[in-house]
Structures are given as C-alpha cells and as structure tokens.
C-alpha cells in the first residue's frame, strides 16, 4: 500500500506548526511530508517590525527550518511555489513540480496598496526579513547623509508610517525608541526628527478599548510620534507623499514611507482557480477548501468567520497557530484512514501590542485590559510560548526573550 503524500506549502506560522504536529503525530511508515518553502529559514512576523526599526536583529528573528523541523521524517524543498493545479493534485515549484494526497496551503500574505499612485514604486512595506532590513538600512543612510550634504534634507528626518494597526502602531513604537540612539550616533538634534503616523479611520488601533488607545497614543506622542487620523494617503513620491484630511490635500516632504495599511493572501491563491473572498479562501469549518477535499488552508490564505461579530477573524499568529493544530489533527486523520475531522474552534486568550520594547497595551485574561509594564511581560511571554511550542525548551533557550526590566 502506497503512503499518503503530504505537501505543506509556506513555512510561516501556520505551515511550520501544521508540520512539527504532522512529524509528532504520523511515522515515516505512514506519510510522506513534504514542507515547500523559498527560504531554509521560518521568521517570526510579529517581530518584522523591531527588525525594521534596528531594536533587534534580524538573525534573532528568523528560525533556521532545520532547527525545528527533523528531515529524517519530513523532506524540505527549498524552491519557490509558482502555481497550484487542485484538479491534478499538482504543485509547480520554480524548479521542479510536486504531487500530493494531501495539500496544506500556508503561502502567507502580500501587501495591499489597493492603487494609491507611487505606493509600489516608493514605499517600503514590512513583510519579510529582508524588506524589514532594507528598512533600517534605508533609514541609517538617510541619517548618515544628513550633515554629508552642503544643504541639510530635513526630508531626511521624516518617517512615514501609513497605516495606524497593529504593525503600523508596534512600528512607530519602535521608531520612537530607536530615533534617539540614530541621533546620538550620526550628531543630529533629535528635534529635527518627525515620526507621522497617518489613518484614514477616525482612531489608531481599531477593535481595541478606547482607554487603550489613549494611553498608547499618550505614550507614542511622549516620544515624538505625530498622529494623522482621518487623513487618506492620496500619492506617493520618492521625496514626498500627499494625504487629504477633512477635504483639503497636504503635502508631506519625506524620503521615507512604511505601508503598513494592508496584506492581501498570496496572489497565488486566487490564480490557482480556488474560489476566494477578498483574495482568501474561505474554509469549511474544518479549514478545508471548498469543493477540495484534501486542500486545508491556513493562516493569511484563509478566511473563517467569526460568527458572533460577522466579520472574518483578524489574520493574527495566535489565530494561525490554532488553524494549524486543526489542520494538522485533520490531515493526520484522513492521511491515517479513520476520516474523523474537527471542526476549528478559535480561542482569542488575549491581544496585546507593543509601543516600544518596554511599553505595551492589551487585553487578555478574560477581558482584563493592562498596560505599561505588565502588558509588556505579558507580549514576551506569548512570544516565549510560540517558540517551546514550536521548538521546546532548547529553542527558547535559543531565541527566546527574557529581557523583563530593559
């Protein structure tokens, strides 16, 4: 009897844990895996935004696959997904072709700049440990030319974040911490320095405690932060952008703009002929495909709705991370031949975001709203989790944060 072939694509959150539980949970006498990603390396997402602003470095960030995933049980492909054929079972890598019983779809997200004019050409976007180092490159050689330059560019010193969510505002954050030490280092007054937010949508950080967001924005304008809400990005240029608040256009001088106002799934997903919503595939309630029985789908590719709300559930780590611990119980079913599935049951335990490395906000343990220094505690703790779930102790000794009180 043939083994059952296991392709899970996109070594993100989800399609790294949907792999670790396959490889606990299926022998090698029993399943073939196959994990498909184009680097040898699985990153954090939700600390793209520290390697961008230079708090952090990237190498603490990315996770080497080897490191986590056992190869005498799961075969690595490092090659890059071109196109997905459902009907044929097929997958076609840039180098090569796969064919599969079972396919997990992990392929991640892409920025939406949903044709603003100049977005794709001048701005940066955090969506990868490379484009998150081009970041701090970008804005280290802006702060080194500065007093090179016979007239001083203040656009220099300008940084754009467009985009006041989770990203955009853990950015800022970020930024705000790391501006003084630029400026000390490169001899430029730190008033010289302007850190604009800009949302279109009356307030920063929608969905979370009104009092919550106050006290962040509280705390970012402490440092320097500037905020622009219901102001529209309009245009970007490689030396400015323009926004439009309440009906009139302002021009911005700027030699720096993050887009952090949205991520679409891979485009992959849609041109593989899956049907999709809002570019995402909306999965049963066992996170398969529609019309697919052997497709499940995870994190950024897929769509659940949240009943209660009548709204998609936000695409966060924590939702990812569930998905996969169902995808993977499935898989494993059908792949073992008992046909039992669950149904994906998430279990928000808490939001919480960052404002900087020793500042924070959230919501966690049955609706109790902290911040300041708890909140803080409470991010590194679930990114400690992540990482002995993913790993076990040997990994978080290894990548873990245990820097509490700095």
Request: with cysteine.
């Amino acid at each position: 009897m043939n083994k059952p072939s296991i392709v899970v694509l996109g070594a993100g959150y989800g399609g790294m844990v949907t792999t670790v539980k396959l490889q606990k949970s299926l022998g090698i006498n029993e399943a073939d895996i196959t994990l498909v990603n184009k680097h040898d390396y699985h990153y954090q997402t939700t600390w793209l935004h520290e390697n961008a602003a230079g708090t952090l470095h990237h190498d603490r960030t990315r996770i080497a696959i080897n490191d986590v995933i056992k190869l005498n049980k799961v075969n690595f492909v490092k090659d890059t997904v071109i196109s997905i054929n459902p009907k044929e079972n097929k997958v076609r890598l840039k180098n090569g072709e796969l064919s599969y019983d079972y396919l997990v779809i992990g392929l991640g997200f892409e920025a939406a700049t949903f044709g603003i004019p100049g977005l794709d050409e001048h701005a940066f976007t955090i969506g990868s440990i490379n484009r998150a180092r081009l970041i701090r490159e970008h804005i280290e050689y802006n702060f080194a030319m500065y007093n090179n330059e016979n007239e001083p560019n203040d656009a220099r010193l300008t940084i754009v974040v467009g985009g006041g969510g989770f990203t955009g505002i853990e950015f800022v954050g970020e930024l705000a911490n790391r501006v003084p030490e630029l400026c000390k280092e490169y001899d430029i007054d730190k008033h010289k320095v302007r850190i604009i937010n800009v949302e279109g949508a009356p307030t920063v950080l929608p969905g979370f405690d009104p009092d919550l967001v106050e006290y962040a924005m509280n705390s970012l304008e402490a440092r320097g932060v500037e905020f622009k809400t219901g102001a529209l990005l309009k245009e970007c240029k490689a030396d400015r952008i323009i926004i439009e608040k309440d009906g009139k256009p302002e021009e911005i001088p700027t030699m720096t703009t993050v887009w952090a106002a949205g991520v679409r799934a891979n485009s992959i997903v849609e041109a593989s002929g899956f049907e999709t919503n809002r570019g995402k595939i909306q999965v049963r309630e066992d996170m398969r495909a529609p019309d697919y029985d052997n497709v499940f789908v995870v994190g950024d590719c897929a769509l659940v709705m949240n009943e209660e709300s009548g709204r998609p559930f936000p695409p966060t780590a924590q939702i990812a991370i569930q998905m996969a611990e169902t995808v993977a119980h499935n898989v494993k079913s059908l792949a073992a031949g008992s046909g039992e599935v669950e149904r994906f049951e998430p279990k928000i335990l808490g939001t919480v975001a960052s404002l900087g490395h020793d500042d924070a906000i959230g919501v966690v343990l049955n609706n109790r709203k902290v911040f300041g220094f708890m909140a803080t505690v409470m991010k590194k703790v679930i990114d400690n989790r992540y990482l002995l779930k993913l790993g076990g102790p040997g990994l978080l000794v290894k990548k873990g944060k245990f820097n509490i009180f700095y």
